[in-house]
């Protein structure tokens, strides 16, 4: 049995905490804020709650394997429902699309009412993407990856020239279907001319698993897990900051925190690892991609827009509004997102934008990207791409300091629940692999 220690309460930390306490290590979890949930939690205000992170998820697969791996079946703990609409996208010509998840055929016909052909267009854009994540899923994002041995097919993928950009610009002439295709993408805060092509697969993987949710918030993952840890006996100590590794012969073999210093056997840094002073030297060619202004609403009166779950506003700034906030009867919990060139208050810019909410605020509670670092003291959006390049200078699972892995969004090619959840696992392979070696 190995001594573990997690740096980070949120998603990730807590996902790897569960897996390797579960495998019959002593883990021991560190996190700076008071509680733990990281970006996977609610803010509330006068009766209304927002969620400060994802409301919905991909591949709910990979939220089952974590339960079922550390415990009791996610069913027997939250619900876990699909969402018949993936969200609606609407664009500056007034047109828009309601995108479903689900077969091939639902997706033509809705892409079709942006003009007759189109829905053909997208669907063999986004069919084109099944290889590539067969390829990847197999060898990237469910196995350790060793860039020194990686098959040739999949280093070409990796490192391919063809950016997200260009590769959409050879796919449509339509314009409205490269915002819609970039959309994750710039979402995130990245330039599609710097995003490798491949990434384009989410609309792959929105379009044959569907997006999906928990009721009553996707926030609730985070309490469910905060009990996982308790049933597997993991020691958690918030309101504690690590402040840096202790190094033996160049191996981790233990953290200093605030409160003292922890050994371990094996390290996993789920935060971002320019706090690590020991890790940040690696790093310092990469740049977080920062979170996107967020502004949390509470509406009430009589005659409240009637949105689904989410819309897109495509164009400069892009706003995004979530509809699924928790709020008192007769109200409801808006949060809308911006992103791009946000020159007035964001409120104004949605109405401008055909949704006029502004007679309707009764709370609002704004969240600037910095306020938000600034409380993380990371970006939950993780590393920014900056073309081709940034996976070399990026953290992978396995960090270039013996007895150190990495976990979380600063770890994987992307923000959002999938993602930091396999590296989680990926996380608990290696340290695994690495106590069957010794």
């Known amino acids: 049995m190995a001594r573990v220690v997690v740096i980070g309460g949120g998603f990730a930390g807590m996902a790897s905490a569960a897996r390797l306490a579960k495998r019959g290590h002593d883990v021991t979890l560190v996190e700076r804020l008071p509680e733990l949930g990281g970006a996977v939690q609610q803010i509330e205000s006068e009766g209304f709650a927002w969620e400060t992170g994802p409301t919905t998820t991909l591949l709910p697969a990979v939220i089952r394997d974590l339960f079922r791996k550390s415990g009791r079946p996610l069913e027997r703990e939250l619900d876990l429902v699909s969402e018949p609409l993936i969200r609606e996208h609407r664009f500056t010509d007034g047109s828009s699309v309601s995108l479903p998840g689900g077969s091939r055929g639902v997706q033509i016909d809705a892409v079709d009412a942006l003009g007759a052909g189109l829905g053909d267009q997208w669907a063999t854009y986004v069919a084109s993407f099944a290889d590539e994540w067969d390829l990847l899923r197999r060898t990237y994002f469910e196995r350790p990856w060793r860039p020194d041995v990686t098959d040739k097919a999949v280093h070409n993928l990796l490192f391919t020239r063809t950016s997200l950009a260009k590769r959409t610009k050879k796919a449509f002439k339509d314009d409205r279907l490269r915002a819609l295709a970039q959309h994750n993408a710039v979402f995130e805060g990245h330039d599609p001319r710097d995003v490798p092509g491949w990434v384009g697969m989410l609309s792959y993987l929105e379009q044959n698993f569907g997006t999906?949710?928990?009721p009553g918030g996707m926030s609730q993952l985070s309490g469910a897990l905060v009990s996982r840890l308790a049933t597997r006996k993991v020691e958690v100590q918030t309101g504690v900051a690590v402040r840096d590794l202790v190094l033996r012969e160049g191996r981790a073999v233990a953290v200093t925190t605030d409160a003292g210093e922890i050994d371990a056997d094996h390290v996993v840094c789920a935060i971002d690892p320019r706090a690590i002073p020991a890790l940040a030297e690696h790093v310092k060619r990469t740049l977080p991609a920062l979170p996107p202004v967020a502004c949390h609403l509470g509406l009430t009166g009589d005659d409240l827009p009637e949105l689904p779950h989410e819309v897109v506003l495509h164009g400069d700034p892009m706003l995004v509004v979530r509809t699924n906030g928790r709020a008192p009867d007769g109200a409801q919990a808006w949060t809308v997102l911006g992103r791009g060139l946000l020159a007035e208050d964001i409120v104004l810019a949605l109405a401008r934008r055909g949704i006029n909410v502004r007679p309707h605020v009764e709370v609002r509670v704004d969240r600037s990207p910095r306020a938000q670092v600034e409380h993380w003291q990371s970006s939950p959006m993780g590393v920014?791409?900056?073309?081709?390049?940034?996976?070399?200078?990026?953290?992978?699972?396995?960090?270039?300091?013996p007895g150190v892995?990495?976990?979380?969004?600063?770890?994987?090619?992307?923000?959002?629940?999938?993602?930091v959840g396999l590296s989680a696992a990926l996380v608990a392979q290696e340290i695994d692999e690495a106590e069957t070696e010794a």
């Not at 920014?384 to 300091?401: A, E, Y």
């Open 405 to 419: 892995y990495a976990a979380g969004a600063h770890a994987v090619p992307g923000a959002g629940l999938p993602w």
């Open 384 to 401: 920014l791409w900056q073309g081709r390049g940034t996976l070399r200078n990026k953290i992978s699972t396995r960090t270039p300091v």
């Open 212 to 214: 999906w949710t928990v």
